[in-house]
Every structure is written in C-alpha cells, then in structure tokens.
C-alpha cells in the first residue's frame, strides 16, 4: 500500500521544496527585481509630485496665509456691496469663533484675501481660464406690493466651474459669509421691530439681504472629472499584474525555451503537484508586488501631506487600506492562475509577451469602464 500511495507528508514536503526553489529562481531574476522593488519606489514619488501639483493648483487649502480668492463681477457698484457683506459677514464669523472658544487668538485664524475683479460682463471665459474662481452677479427681487421690512432683497447667484475644487471650495466660503451677514442684519431688524412697525423704518435703515443661489458652469460637456482616489486603486491593479507577468512567462515559456522543463517534469512529481508549486510561486510574486506598492503608497501618501485629501471622507483609512489588500489577494490568485494558463501555450519567451498584450487589454477594460461617471458594474 504504502508504495501505491506515498505519504501525504512526503508529497507535501516534495511540493513545498519546488514551490521555494521557483520562488526563489524567479526573484534572483533582474526583471522581477525592478518590477517587485525599483518601479515603486520610482513611480508613487512621481505620481505624488504630480498630484501635489494638481492640487495646489486647482484646491489650496483654505486659511493658508498667502492664498487668494479672485471673484468676479458686473461693475463697481455691485463690487462695494459684495465687499461689504463679505467684511460683515467675517466680522461676525470672527465674533462667533471667540464667543465659542472664549479665547482672542482663535480670532488670528489666518484668511484669504479677497480680490475682486470688475467690470466684466461674462463670466465663463474668465472660470475656464482660471482668471477668476467665482463670478458674482446681482439682480434685485421683486417682493410685491405690501409694506416690507426689507429695503432691497437681491439675488446673488455664483457662477462657478462645476468640476474644480477649489471653486466649491471659494463658493463655500462666500455662503458661510453671506449667511452670516443675514444673521447679523436680521438681528438688527428685529432690534428696530421691538420699538416700531418694520413698515415705518425709513428706507435707509432698512436691511438688504443677498440670497445666494448657485450656478455651476461646466469646462466641456463631460458631466466630471475622474476623482483623485478613484486611480489609486487601479494603479494599483496594473501594478499586480505586471509583479505576475514575468513570473508566469519564465516558469513556463522561459523553461520551456531554456529546456529545463521537460527535467522537471521527469521528476517524481504529479503533474498535477508540479502545476500547483508554479502557480502558488506565480502567486506569491505577485501578492509581495502587492504589498510593495500598497506599502510605498502608503507611506509616500502619509509623507507628503496628501492624506487628508484622499481619505477626507474615509471613516477609518486603516481599515481602508486593510480592505485595498484583501482585494488584491483575491485579485492577484485570479491573474496568477491566467496568465499561467496562458503562458503555458507559448514556445518562446517573445510568443508568451505577444500572448500577453491582448490579455492585458481586456483585463484593463473593465477597471476603464468603472471609471466612467454614473456607471455601475454589478454582478
């Protein structure tokens, strides 16, 4: 019986000193080095100077001394009265803020300083070229007939570029401000209904008030831009299939062409067993590309400052991160197993790559078309 069936520790122990010795022949390969080793910590800087240069030009952060909202409108008329609600609106903001913290300082909070550019009669060359980050335009509501406690009650509306940033940012910063001037105005209205009827106020002493309303202003037809964390992850993904690739193509088109496959075939190994040492070989490979990259990424994010901006709306970026790797696990067992099937046809090293190319192309088809606003891949 026993010369039959071999022992089960025995097959085990045949198959766990293949699977290292692959292991171990493909990473003194040059190729897996600089894929597993030299592309991240060469690509994730790169790519974050990139980002920072985006950001910086499309989302400073706001308070940052130095920093600069352009704002655009009609004429200088209305300009005088965008800047006075503007200044009350952060006066009273300011007077929040050390009522709140019952400390003077918080008052020294760093602002940006407000430009305002006029006259000009349109406002969506100026937002595309990024002249000016919100274009402002005032246009008086009428409120009837009847008496009004209200002296003037325009419409402020806010043009501003629907897929940037930093206008959401700029446009919410002028919101904040404009309600606060209404609080202000509206408790000096009720400070003069106290002694007298609204209606007898003299025209003068009555309040104005800005409603703001937004107007967003698209760059091109396209409904928005790819969000910045949305290419993480699929940068990520070309990153594991390329740590599997080589690998795949030298345990079987690069042995089949060096002539050592047909040695190890031969030994006493079931085929079965020889297949399952290359692919958990493939595997491994590619699992510590993974964890290569995520872990590069991870620390070129924490390094440069661009966390608060990629996992601004993330609960726990730990957990996130934890999450990323157990895709890429999953990911990496499915392409292993492919590109190994693959590869398996090949003669040559060169007709392995020329397999590959096609393979590529599909496999990156569906992480393209998840990119694609208001599409949804469901299973």
């Known amino acids: 019986m026993s010369q039959e069936f071999p022992a089960v520790g025995d097959l085990a122990g045949r198959l766990f000193r293949l699977t290292r010795k692959e292991i171990a022949t493909i990473l003194r390969d040059r190729r897996t080095v600089i894929t597993l080793v030299l592309m991240p910590l060469l690509l994730y800087p ?3 100077i ?7 030009a499309n989302a400073p952060l706001s308070g940052v001394p130095g920093d600069r909202y352009r704002l655009g409108v009609k004429s200088e008329t209305e300009a ?4 006075r609600f503007l200044g009350l609106g952060d006066n009273v903001l300011r007077a929040e803020e050390n009522l709140k913290s019952q400390d003077t300082s918080a008052s020294q909070t760093a602002r940006p300083e407000v430009i305002l550019i006029y006259p000009l009669d349109d406002f969506q060359i100026p937002l ?9 335009e005032l246009t008086t509501t009428e409120v009837g007939n009847r008496p009004d406690a209200f002296r003037t009650l325009k419409n402020c509306r806010l043009y501003y570029l629907e ?12 919101e904040q401000r404009l309600q606060a001037a209404h ?14 009827a609204p209606d007898l106020l003299p025209p003068q002493e009555r309040p104005t008030l800005l409603r703001p309303i937004r107007e967003p202003v698209r760059v091109s037809d396209r409904k928005g831009t790819v969000p910045l964390e949305v290419l993480m992850p699929l940068i990520l993904i070309l990153m594991t299939i390329t740590g599997a690739v080589y690998p795949a193509i030298d345990l079987t088109a690069g042995e089949r062409e060096r002539g050592t496959l047909e040695v190890l075939v031969a030994a006493p190994i079931p085929r079965l067993g020889l297949l399952f040492a290359k692919y958990v070989s493939v595997w491994v490979v590619a699992v510590l590309t993974a964890l ?10 924490l390094f440069s400052g661009l966390a608060p901006v990629l996992f601004e709306k993330v609960a726990s970026p730990a957990l996130t991160m934890i999450q990323v790797f157990a895709l890429l696990l999953l990911f990496a067992a499915f392409f292993s197993a492919v590109l190994l099937a693959v590869c398996s046809f090949a003669r040559s090293f060169k007709e392995a790559q020329a397999y590959l190319v096609p393979l590529m192309l599909v496999s990156l088809a569906p992480g393209m078309i998840s990119l694609i606003p208001d599409i949804k891949l469901q299973g």
């Open 46 to 48: 790169l790519l974050t």
């Open 50 to 56: 990139a980002f920072q240069q985006f950001l910086l």
């Open 80 to 83: 005088r009265i965008v800047s």
């Open 128 to 136: 595309r070229d990024r002249q000016i980050d919100i274009g402002i």
């Open 163 to 174: 897929d940037s940033p930093r206008g959401l940012m700029v446009l919410e910063y002028l």
């Open 183 to 196: 609080r202000m105005e509206l408790f000096r209205l009720s400070s003069h209904i106290a002694q007298r």
């Open 292 to 301: 290569v990259n995520l872990g590069t990424m991870t620390v070129t994010i």
